[in-house]
């Protein structure tokens, strides 16, 4: 058997750090120029990274640069409902004023939606949460920026790696059942301001005796 | 060696010996390993959240199983009590201690039927209860007993990263001469399928007549496809252990049983699948064990009439290979299908480790036992090319798996065939589609294709083909109506009259029908081997399916073997 070249974990610790402060029930968008992008219940929070290491605040910029870079606004909002990715994709993009949308799980897997698909359909799905590193992010912000103005990009390639379930498969459930501790039924998707800002790197810790 | 070197310097790295870094580096260290958490269901097989087994029969009727009443049964419990277990003998089995039915699995002395006769009357509970009480041995034991048919046997993968029909044709054809019984595929592309189908059809029937072929796909689609002829058999429906998991793929235990009698109504062959895993893995396993959950499946894909069951974790080995036991239970899933006389298609068959001592570890319970089908599948190419997401042996441990064979004097279903008996039935292969292409005007194969895919490891080796004319096709073989036996015509009028013979002779069975017989394969010679004709009549030593006579002649060749006679030649 061929052994594939498996992803390395990465623990990455990031050089930012990730604000996201509530800002009441999110409504639909008004602007056509905009894509939502969909957090799951404990992304940002009680997570920080994917399911590799990625930091949550490099996901979140890279996603905002791509659909920055296309002059395309964005808005993020938290489902805190459901932690099934279809749901909070196709909510982000029902509340998007594009219809596009982008939905994003603590673990990094990430779907682009458009309001009229079937729950179950989408524009593009990452399935494989281990294979998504910083470069794919900013290019699926990208994608989804580009579908927001009507375009048809050529869809970002979503990997395959064989081994990557003996790898990463448990982990995956596990990350799943945490997730789901943080669902709260019944509740409205909520605003986010979101704030990224680079750390002190040259602070030391102070050590009290 | 002083504190100071076990925790390192503070702010810097932690010294660690050299021997660590070794082990650290080791591929086994590259699976992912968790604790259990039996709350939410991550866990084997020993849980306190598992039910209590019990039944009680009321006018002919189960109205108690596993300690809830008829009113609080689930749909699963419902369909398990009304259609899976035997009412007029389930409290006589029930009476019966864990220990004692486990101890009636491992004795050769105890028929295999009389061990049904029991088993047709336990609850999921009481099996699971039977299965905690034996350890691996015992559960292998057991299996080489329960296994339903004599003659055990092995099914490949045979796909294409690129969805490349020729590939296909030239795959099925090499894996049918080594020896699989069945052949199964996937695409990349789904629209694909029909073309990639009728590859593999053809590549069996060429490789070798009466090797069954099936296609997984949605399963309208696949049912379509083996309507048509264009597959012979079935097996990618699948069932799960709770009701949410179910209903969250829009599916009931009665809308799959309606499914199943769909296939039995044209003769074809079909089984269920499910595995340990998958309920907790979409976070919905109501905090039981992974294996009580499986054994629920097992006794709905018997309530549902269907002759077997895939099972062995299938696609979420990762979560049952994480925990402790996880490979024990992984084991008592076959075991168990098989106490309940289904055909067992034994899993090994997605990338299971990193460590090739592990994923032999993992398949040499279902190996050394013997099952119907020990991989569910082998994938016959490179795993790049395994569009199952890879399988726990590729087409790179053909040598390895015979070697195994011989070693152990063991039947896994496989054999060592000279490099130019491959040769030549990959090129009539992909010449026979090259045929059938032209003849059904689906886009041309070039020689060119031919000739490189002879020689070809997988899908990399291979030039493009034109994929937006493969799938105009595609399209047109459903548009058109075309089925088994317009391949049948094909062939004939493009002078492959052997293989149109083949293919005929496998089509002909779903008038027969005798493929709805438990774990019914096709010989070489188009004998059914079945559980009524080939039946399991291992009683202990000396008893039972051992390889002897022409198959064990077959099985000691290798790639090298010295001759005794002239040790500096190879023998033949």
Known sequence: MTDSSVSTPVTLSSERSLALIECGNASIGRRNDEVVIGISPAFGNFFTKTITGVPHVDVLRELLAGIEEQGIQARVVRLSSSSDLAVIAQTAARLSGSGIGVGILSRGTTMIHQKDLARLSNLELFPQSPLIDLEMFRSIGRNAAQYAKGEFPVPVPPGNDYMARPRWQAKAALLHLKEMEFIKPGTQPVELKVEISARQMSARPVVTP | MSMAHVAGEAGQGARTSKRSQILEDRPVNLDGFVEEWPEVGLVAMDSDNDPAPSVRVEDGVIVEMDGRQHADFDFIDQFIADRAINPSVTERAMALSAVEIAHMLIDPK???????????????????????????????????????RRTPSNQGHTCSARDNPVQVVAEAAEAALRGFSELETTLGIARYAPLVAIAQQVGAQTGRGGVLTQCALEEATELDLGMRGITTYAETISVYGTEAVFVDGDDTPWSKAFLASAYASRGIKMRFTSGTGSEVLMGGAEGKSMLYLEIRCILIAKGAGVQGLQNGSISCIGVPGAVPAGIRAVVAENLIASTVDLECASGNDQSFSHSDMRRTARFLPQFLSGTDLICSGYSATPNYD????????????????????????????LRHVPEAEILAVRGKAARALQGVFSYLDLPPITDHEIEEVIYAHGSKDLPFRDVLEDLKGAQSILDRGITGLDLVKALEATGFRDVAENLLAVLRQRVAGDLLQTSAILDADFNILAAVNDANDYAGPGTGYRPTGARWEEMKRLRHVMSAADPEQEAV
Not at chain 2, 389 to 396: I, M, V
Request: glycine content about 6%.
């Open chain 2, 110 to 148: 105890i028929s295999r039927d009389e061990v049904i006769a029991i088993s047709q009357g336990l609850t999921p509970a009481k099996l699971l209860e039977v299965a905690k009480t034996m350890n691996v041995v015992e559960m292998m034991m057991a299996l080489q007993k329960m296994r339903a």
């Open chain 2, 386 to 413: 395994d569009m199952f997401a890879g399988s726990n042996l590729d087409a790179e441990d053909f040598d390895d798996w015979n070697v195994l064979q011989r070693d152990m004097q063991v039947d896994g279903g």
